[in-house]
């Protein structure tokens, strides 16, 4: 395996720019997980990280993954199946179009064989019938859930906490499936808090999913599953939900890649952000208080016109 990203160094932690922040007398940071690979980037490569290692250790030759046709993780296990000397299949929601996303377009030049499912099936995953056809297909293959979420998965996003090393009092991080906020609980191991920032609308079911994939983690490494308080979802950041923009998000955009030197997707970092920055302005910090928030990755999908 290429082992470079394996023995990674720690990413970086550089400040944030923000009047709101500077007048709030809160310090906030941000760590440029971003910066972990173009391609399988952020918490898509935390995630992945030791199911590669498993699949490798099993003898897996084959990667299954599941996604939209915008999907990073589905870029991301393009990209690392081709790195890693994987083959693999990418399932994705929803029938095929004429014109391929750029993202499928990068996973098609990866090798990735694409099948497109009805979105019935698609819900199903591996109960439903066409699920036969591809295990007769494809033969043994190790199944990644939709989004990377799994034990292992959470337990490479602990290694985000277990990376700072400076005194803080928030991390806060965008939530798809929840997998990586997952990571970073079980890596806070109940000191400071952790708030997370769910990207689409009605996280309702995110506090369990959330509570079952530590629980799964806890398992996997042996140990009682704890019962952490120090974890807050605030709801009300998704603009308008899953890959939704108002004008009011892409001037925030606009306005923090001005006053930052690094670019932001508008899909999962930008929202968390604007979220940070508002709770900021409503006061929920005190003074000196330290927030570090994780920059996931995410730039292959960030709007070219932006
Ligand atoms: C997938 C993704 C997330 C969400 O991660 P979950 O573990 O599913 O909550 C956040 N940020 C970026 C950039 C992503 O690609």
């Known amino acids: 395996m290429p082992e470079e990203l394996f023995h990674k160094r720690p990413t970086p932690i ?13 310090q906030w940071l941000i760590k440029r997980d971003d910066l972990i690979d173009p391609q399988i980037s952020g918490n898509k490569w935390r995630k992945l990280k030791y ?11 084959t990667l299954l993954a599941f996604g939209g046709a915008y999907s990073n993780h589905l870029y991301a296990v393009a990209a690392a199946g081709s790195l890693f000397g994987f083959e693999t299949v990418g399932i994705i929601r929803g029938q095929e179009i004429t014109q391929l996303s750029p993202t499928l377009q990068f996973a098609q030049i990866c090798h990735m064989q694409l099948e497109f499912w009805p979105r019935e099936e698609y819900r199903l995953k591996d109960k439903s019938e066409l699920f036969k056809k591809i295990q007769e297909h494809y033969g043994s293959f190790y199944m990644i859930p939709e989004g990377g979420s799994n034990a292992l998965a959470v337990k490479g996003c ?25 990571g970073l609980i079980a890596g806070l191991e109940g000191k400071n808090t952790c708030l997370g920032i769910p990207v689409l609308k ?13 629980s799964q983690y806890y398992l996997q490494e042996d140990q009682p599953v704890p019962m952490f308080r120090n974890w807050q979802l605030e709801t009300s950041y998704h603009f308008g939900g899953y890959a939704k923009t108002t004008t009011e998000l892409l001037s925030f955009i606009h306005r923090f890649e001005q006053e930052n030197n690094f670019l932001i997707d508008q899909v999962y970092t930008a929202k968390m952000l604007a979220g940070v920055e508002d709770l900021i302005l409503q006061g929920r910090f005190k003074r000196g208080d330290i927030i570090i928030s ?5 730039l292959q999908g960030r709007l070219p016109q932006l």
């Open 14 to 26: 550089q400040p944030i720019y923000s009047a709101v922040a500077e007048k709030a007398g809160v």
């Open 158 to 182: 602990t290694e985000i906490i277990q990376e700072i090393n400076i005194p803080f009092d928030y991390v806060s991080c965008a939530c798809g499936t929840g997998g990586t906020v997952a």
């Open 51 to 61: 199911n590669l290692q498993c699949a490798k250790e099993q003898g897996y030759k």
């Open 202 to 214: 009605g996280g309702d079911f995110l506090k369990s999913d959330i509570q079952e994939l530590l």
């Open 294 to 298: 994780i920059h996931t990755g995410g």
